[in-house]
């Protein structure tokens, strides 16, 4: 596995599995009562966030802790960034520091790469503008998987602000690695030019894509990236994109309701349907931590940690990274 997680484009099957398999053994940490790894002992992780975040700031926060790692959050608001630090100076004061690993979050698409080109460590995405967002597409799948108990072959919708939406550019790019089908549905003012060269398929109809869904994503309309009026109103989006309960008869018995968060109830999503038994919304904030454990794990853990099986891959008490089965 490469040093970074820089795209969800970065990862073959093979180590996609390899994450998922490993943050399902990270998952068992949590119904212990000491939650806790020696793994990343003496390393430090630095959360580097330029943009607002509540779960992802957090989440990874939790799973450097888990590991046992010492963590540094810095926010671009209320440091030198204000007095015009650039990101390379910045990102240098951190590794001056000993950061082993940077978790950024930037409003320019492309600021990750950057900084791995300038620093010695692993950099991990935590999104970048509306290009991608690549932690919360694993444990996207790793929360139809735990549900549907695969991933290949499911119907997944990605239904909304697309145009806008790092969760759904990362997700098309993971699941089709995976063997998902990927629909994304949106009105044709939220859909990417070159659309159609994703490998994914396209629909302005919600209600004649939900009857074949196993999934069906919510992305939030991201009304801070517009510069412009992409729908006539609210209602009108609500009424033709919005997920409702009268939408959610039609789904199947199993089918999922997923949603990155943050949701905005009564815009894209219904309260009722956020909060009923086939919405999965605090679950993948859970399975969030389970996956950024995994991918910190994997990438700071050195080529031990890869080696499946080996003595090094194991914590303790439990088994070995990849045994899970696929
Ligand atoms: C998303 C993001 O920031 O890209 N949220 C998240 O990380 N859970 C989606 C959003 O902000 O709507």
Redesign the pocket.
Known sequence: MSRHLLSAADLSRDEAVLILDTAEEMSRLSDRAVKKLPTLRGRTVVNLFF?D????RTSFEVAAKRLSADVINFSAKGSSVSKGESLKDTALTLEAMGADAVVI?HGSSGAPHRLAGWIRGSVLN??DGTHE?PT?ALLDAFTMRRRHGRVAGLNVAIVGDVLH???ARSNVVLLSTLGAQVTLVAPPTLLPVGVEAWPAAVSYDLDAVLPKCDVVMM??V?RERMDAAFFPTVREYSRRYGLDRHRVAVLGEDALVMH???IVRGMEIASEVADSARSTIVEQVANGVSVRMAVLYLLLGGADAQRLGGADARWPGGAAAGEATP
């Open positions: 943009e975040s509540t779960r992802t979050r935590a999104g967002h919360q939406s790092r969760v992305l939030r991201q990155p968060g943050p």
